[in-house]
């Protein structure tokens, strides 16, 4: 069972770089000249909603600040849960928005002349980033479903015929994914039965102290195999 974002420390560093700076730089930009301002509104507007954005795709760096690093975010997790669908709307939406550019590029030599979009046009844009971004962070908090894979292996002894492994991969627990969450996926873990449950890549985010409390592995003993990975 995995949640739905996975993130690998060793990115932390990436970040810092140029690079990805640069990247949300010109994405900024895009969305800035391409949609923010031929939109009809008026000035103030304009300003506000881009500086909103501009707070949204800065959200690793107000995550570093928080915390020390760009992936344990330590806000409330209302907080939390609105920087990540506000960063998931606008990448989403300067994709559309790329997607909407190379269409009217194209619509040049067939119409003769340049071709521009309405405001309703952006509007449906953001509207449907808004919307598959929130999806996005609704299906990444829930308790992810059960993905079952039978493996037949030749020769194996009778004795392991029917042998179930749970895994666990990647529960980066954190404020994001509190200690309810962990208590529900370690109840429906132990509910399942499995022979041995195993626990496999990023178990928090941020540090021990920050979190308050055992990742919730420790509390998976639902199997006849199962070993407590922080036990000697």
Not at 77 to 91: Q, S
Not at 121 to 142: D, N, S, T
Not at 176 to 182: K, M, N, Q
Request: with cysteine; hydrophobic share 50%.
């Amino acid at each position: 069972m995995v949640p739905g974002f996975v993130y690998e420390s060793c990115t932390d560093q990436i970040r810092s770089e140029p690079i990805p700076q640069l990247i949300f730089g010109l994405a900024y930009l895009l969305i800035l000249t391409r949609f923010i301002w031929p939109l009809q509104l008026p000035l103030s507007i304009k300003i506000l909603v881009a500086a909103l954005a501009l707070v949204a795709l800065q959200f690793h760096r107000w995550s570093k600040l928080s915390s020390g690093s760009v992936f344990s975010p330590e806000f409330p997790r209302p907080v939390v849960v609105l920087f990540n669908w506000a960063f998931g709307a606008i990448v989403l939406l300067v994709l559309l928005q790329l997607l909407l550019d190379v269409g009217l590029l194209v619509g040049i030599p067939i119409h003769g002349g340049i071709v521009s979009a309405s405001n309703s046009v952006r509007y449906g844009l953001a509207a449907l980033a808004a919307v598959a971004a929130a999806i996005g962070v609704h299906q990444a908090m829930r308790i992810p479903p059960l993905k079952d894979i039978e493996v037949g292996i030749h020769g194996l002894p009778r004795q392991f015929d029917g042998y179930t492994i749970l895994q666990l991969t990647d529960l980066h627990i954190s404020r994001l994914f509190p200690a309810p969450w962990a208590r529900a996926m370690v109840e429906r873990a132990n509910g399942l039965g499995a022979s041995l449950i195993v626990v496999t890549g990023d178990v928090i985010d941020g540090s021990l102290a920050a979190r308050g409390h055992r990742a919730a592995a420790g509390s998976a003993r639902g199997g006849r195999d199962v070993r407590d990975p922080w036990q000697p």
